[in-house]
């Protein structure tokens, strides 16, 4: 019911968009995690970002990751193709993030678990820097 409601609300929002951008991604970066320690991720993911009059910013997209095997996020931010800032929910593993992008080209990500911890421990982090192509 949460994902019907979700794209209820996102197919209106999305059609009314100045421009957007489809891109591919690919992100790097590390799992920090106070139980077990600091390990290595990384994706591949598929994306669209809208940019609207108003300098705000509707971006999602999904794809392939390490070591979760399937991963997708959607955010909601203000700025412009030259620099934005994007604050979402990544759905697995299940995290609140924040974002910074340059130039529609390179973004810095760092997010934290609110899941129960079922993949990693409880309290973990995952910060990323991905190039957009």
């Known amino acids: 019911m949460k994902k019907i409601l979700l794209l209820l609300f996102i197919c209106p929002v999305v059609s009314y968009s100045q421009f957007n951008e489809t891109y ?3 992100n790097f970066g590390v799992i920090t995690d106070w139980k077990y320690g600091i390990f290595p991720g990384a994706s591949y993911l598929w994306g669209k970002t809208h940019y609207y009059n108003n300098n705000t910013i509707l971006d999602y997209q999904g794809g392939i990751a390490l070591p979760t095997i399937v991963t997708g ?5 203000v700025g412009s193709s030259n620099f934005a800032t994007i604050i979402g929910i990544r759905a697995y ?4 993030y924040i974002q910074f992008g340059n130039n529609q080209r390179f973004n810095f990500s760092a997010e934290y678990l609110l899941d129960n911890g079922e993949i990693f421990g409880e309290k973990s982090m995952i910060i990323t820097y991905g190039i957009r192509f």
């Open 24 to 26: 591919k991604e690919f």
């Open 93 to 96: 593993p299940t995290t609140a």
């Open 73 to 77: 996020k959607i955010g909601f931010g």
